[in-house]
């Protein structure tokens, strides 16, 4: 694939149409790759108001609303709940719109095949989310099917912000590592530790107050005990933590590039909030408003982790302070 180091500036005073045919250059590029990082964590959001309105039963079958019905019918449930659901549902269209512009963007901008890989997973991952979404609404939000809808968006989000950092760096460009190997282990084992923080998480709401629907019954739950859940929930994130606060003190002492070493303490303030919102859920009984909170933030949470990663290689015209020179291609 031919590899260009920019796409021609915008030229000004260009109407819509002469817009619309033109190569997007780089910010142009960058900006459709943020419109989709925030809709993949956006409909995660949107996804937990659909749970903590007890509406994940508003429409009552997939991929239809209601049987022979694509619409919400008046009187199959509460109005409030097929309203939320199939908006929720509508969503979905959204983001794989955003999707498709940017893979169309990426393509016609003729960008190297990394980008191309990351725009097409995002869009197939939104097909295969529709999907899991639907299976879960026809198992009657059993909870382990509500998790494994849930935890590929947040891979999604992981996809989305390392696209949305790669999209910068021209093609021509041969990437640098720019952490030493130490710091480099340690973000890669904050990001597996923050798998398990997310894998114990749906499975303390599994366990959790909060179903769905008051129609999904006991027997799709999980049988264990929320507290004990809840303790392992929070030691996995205590490992996530040290070792992203282990990695901001390598980052520190190697002298590392600044916006890698300002990404590792931005990540460590989403942290403590997220840790702060998730004590606070514990010790207040899961209050649905929390919910959503804890959710979004773990969009943040991921988002951050995966700028971190994204900044131990990148291609970048200068060397900076920190920076090996050890090219990996
Ligand atoms: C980086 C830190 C954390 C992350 C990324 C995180 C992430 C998550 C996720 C993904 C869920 C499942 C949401 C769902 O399936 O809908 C969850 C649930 C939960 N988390 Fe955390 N969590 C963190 C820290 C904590 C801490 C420190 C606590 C305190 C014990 C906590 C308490 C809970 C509780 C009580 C639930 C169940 C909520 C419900 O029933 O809906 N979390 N968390």
Redesign the pocket.
Known sequence: MSTPTSTPPAAPNRSFGERLKSVPTLKTQRIFALIVLIAQAGITFTG?LV?VTGSGLGCDTWPLCHEGSLFPVPGANPWVHQLIEFGNRTLTFVVAAATIVLFIGVLRANRRQEIIALSVVSGIGVVVQAVLGGISVLLDLRWWS??IH?LPSMILVFVAAVLYMRIAEPDDIAPTRRFSPTAQWLVVAAAVA?CL??VT??M??GS???AGDAAAGMEGRLQLPTRTL?YV??AC?YL?LAFTLFSVYILRRDNAPKDAYNTSLVLVAM?VI??AI??G??YLG?PRWT?PL??L??GI?VAFTAFLFSHGNRRLPLLEPGQYNTSTS
């Open positions: 937990s749970r509500v998790a849930f923050l923080v997310l998480g749906t303390v709401t959790g107050p909060h809840a929930h929070a994130m996530y942290i997220q840790w998730g004590v859920q514990f899961v919910v804890h959710i933030m773990s949470v």
